[in-house]
């Protein structure tokens, strides 16, 4: 596609649900992103993706939450049991170079939104 | 830890007049900085990059500067309109690291 596209755009999930958060890159871009931004706050990094390899995980809440791109292309973000806390838009972003930033902008899709009761 | 801080308030701006944005980071300096723009509900849209040993980059109407003494950039938007209305996030890039890391961003407004 044209951009990098997430879904689900919104998702409701229950108190001790598991989730699964997708993200489509942009075709050939190596670099892959994942942000958590609570409201009225700027992107928190989560984790990052060289092709198929997890290089830096280390934004990563806790034990719950788990990434994997196994093919190099598409990526899940998996949160298990969630919590409340969990609540918070999950953005996704890609990158043509390696190493992630640097020179090369970051191309952010539009979020999933997770609300947990 | 790396700290980064942008106006915590939101900055209001008469249409036409100049806007100007800052971004403070503490220790020591990125390799890369970079300026995103944010609408509700949308990810963010990049804006304009600067290296280390750059003072300022132009585009258009906007303007960057990067004083690495002072470790801080300005972000400038001149001749501003109410589209310009957005959250803008500074994001710096260190070579040591494969993170970008944000800001909390500032909501400017330019009121017609």
């Known amino acids: 596609g044209a951009g990098v596209s997430q879904s689900p755009r919104y998702k409701v999930a229950k108190r001790g649900q598991d989730v699964a958060l997708r993200c489509d890159p942009i075709?050939?871009?190596?670099?892959l992103f994942w942000y958590q931004q609570a409201l009225g706050q700027g992107p928190e990094f989560l984790t990052y993706?060289?092709?198929?390899?997890?290089?830096?995980k280390s934004g990563l809440p806790s034990d719950r939450f788990f990434a994997e791109r196994p093919e190099g292309s598409v990526s899940t973000l998996k949160i298990q049991r969630t919590q409340q806390e969990d609540s918070a838009v999950y953005l996704c972003a890609s990158s043509l170079r390696t190493s992630g930033g640097g020179t090369g902008e970051l191309f952010f899709g539009e979020g999933s939104r997770l609300t947990v009761l | 830890s790396q700290k980064i801080e942008q106006n915590s308030e939101a900055l209001n701006i008469q249409e036409g007049k100049t806007a100007t944005l800052t971004c403070n980071y503490t220790?020591?300096?990125?390799?890369?900085l970079q300026w995103y723009r944010q609408d509700p509900g949308r990810g963010p849209v990049f804006l304009l990059l600067?290296?280390?040993?750059?003072k300022e980059k132009r585009k258009e109407r906007l303007k960057v500067t990067f004083d690495t003494t002072l470790k801080q950039s300005l972000f400038h938007i001149t001749a501003s309109q109410p589209a310009d209305s957005a959250t803008y996030l500074c994001a710096l890039w260190y070579s040591s690291a494969s993170k970008i890391i944000f800001g909390s961003g500032t909501r400017l407004s330019i009121r017609p």
């Open positions: 075709s050939g871009h190596v670099s």
């Open positions: 600067i290296r280390e040993n750059e």
């Open positions: 993706f060289q092709n198929e390899a997890q290089l830096d």
């Open positions: 220790n020591y300096s990125p390799a890369y």
